[in-house]
């Protein structure tokens, strides 16, 4: 299902620099269909089967340099002047995740797990420092 919607995308034509997918192109390719009505379980399995598919093309497509982000139902694929913005916000939440790494292995009780230690804070601590390091170097 996701790799048939990469294929039919890219024969469309439509995952170039600043192409906009429509939503009902997306669900249509896809052949999801909202019932008009249904339990919230209902409609969380089908929009979860739409996300599952994007996702899949949104990684296909970061191997090209390109980000597919989406905006009101619909999807646009990124200039490549607006990457910088989203490869800034990945490396927040990496560096967010990173801190509440530390701060968990930080205050894990050693009797509760012996191998989280000194060790593995070390390691964040060094994983948070490289990725400074690059969003210094890089002008982030």
Do not use: W
């Not at 052949?31 to 739409?50: N, S, V």
């Not at 990684?59 to 607006?82: F, H, Q, T, V």
């Not at 990945?90 to 205050?107: C, F, G, H, T, V």
């Amino acid at each position: 299902m996701s790799k048939d919607l990469l294929h039919a995308l890219k024969q469309k034509g439509l995952l170039e620099y600043g192409s906009v997918i429509p939503g009902e192109l997306v669900r249509e390719l896809l052949d999801i269909q909202y019932p008009e009505y249904g339990t919230r379980e209902e409609f969380e399995g089908i929009a979860l089967q739409e996300l599952g598919a994007i996702d899949y093309v949104r990684n296909a497509l970061l191997n090209e340099g390109k980000y597919l982000a989406s905006s009101r139902g619909n999807y646009r694929i990124l200039l490549p002047s607006e990457n910088k913005q989203q490869i800034e916000a990945y490396a927040a939440q990496a560096d967010r995740k990173i801190r509440r790494a530390i701060k968990l292995s930080r205050n894990t009780p050693v009797v509760a797990d012996k191998s989280i230690g000194d060790q593995q804070y070390a390691r964040l601590v060094m994983k948070q420092e490289t990725l400074r390091g690059r969003n210094q170097s890089s002008g982030c």
